[in-house]
Nanobody
Framework: VQLQASGGGLVQAGGSLRPSCAAS????????MGWFRRAPGKEREFAAAVSWSGETAYYADSVRGRFTISRDSAKNAVYLQMNNLKPEDTAAYYC??????????????????WGQGTQVTVSS
């Protein structure tokens, strides 16, 4: 599976962005999907994840209520709607895919496939 993340950018605090993650080489329908982020000078951390069925979503406390993860089987893609962005959300955002059998989607080491990062910068 090859993952391509896009849709980052520069936005003012309070604004919105919707990064997307498109897959090629295989359908994502049986994969758990996640978004992680790495801020400057910090380790990569979990942001959001969605089960293979799309029925269950998981969020880091820092983004819950502002970010929404979703998936579109027809487009073989996953999205991260980010609202009310804050300067502390500035980071490179990475999408990742977890093949079955699925485990803890909050764990970085659960994922086998990673896309390149897309940069999100939030100005104050």
């Amino acid at each position: 599976v090859q993952l391509q993340a896009s849709g980052g950018g520069l936005v003012q605090a309070g604004g919105s962005l919707r990064p997307s993650c498109a897959a090629s080489g295989r359908t994502l329908s049986s994969y758990g999907m996640g978004w992680f982020r790495r801020a400057p000078g910090k380790e990569r951390e979990f942001a959001a994840a969605v089960s293979w069925s799309g029925e269950t979503a998981y969020y880091a406390d820092s983004v819950r209520g502002r970010f929404t993860i979703s998936r579109d089987s027809a487009k073989n893609a996953v999205y991260l709607q980010m609202n009310n962005l804050k300067p502390e959300d500035t980071a490179a955002y990475y999408c990742a895919a977890d093949p079955p059998p699925w485990g803890n989607l909050r764990r970085e080491d659960e994922y086998d496939y990673w896309g390149q990062g897309t940069q999100v910068t939030v100005s104050s």
